[in-house]
């Protein structure tokens, strides 16, 4: 089981969801959370690769906070 560890804040709205369909290239699958960090997982064995935070202010006034998936481009 893996556990991004993204859990909602005291300073998010009232609808916080993970719906995120993984990407899989490779030997890895990629994933999104709703605080808009984007993270690798190793494919065969869970373990997490490496995770990218882009540090983005989220808007106060926002309805709805998630993250349903993520795209690759070669």
């Known amino acids: 089981t893996y556990r991004t560890g993204d859990v909602k804040g005291p300073d998010d709205v009232g609808e916080t969801t993970y719906q995120v369909t993984p990407l899989k290239v490779g ?3 990629f ?3 709703p605080h808009n960090f984007a993270i690798a997982i190793d494919a065969a064995s ?3 690769k490496w995770r ?3 540090k983005i202010k ?3 006034n926002r309805q709805h906070q ?3 998936g993520v795209s690759y481009y070669a």
């Open 31 to 33: 994933i999104c959370t």
């Open 27 to 29: 030997d890895a699958l």
């Open 46 to 48: 869970g373990k997490e």
């Open 58 to 60: 989220l808007d106060p």
């Open 52 to 54: 990218y935070d882009p």
């Open 66 to 68: 998630t993250c349903r």
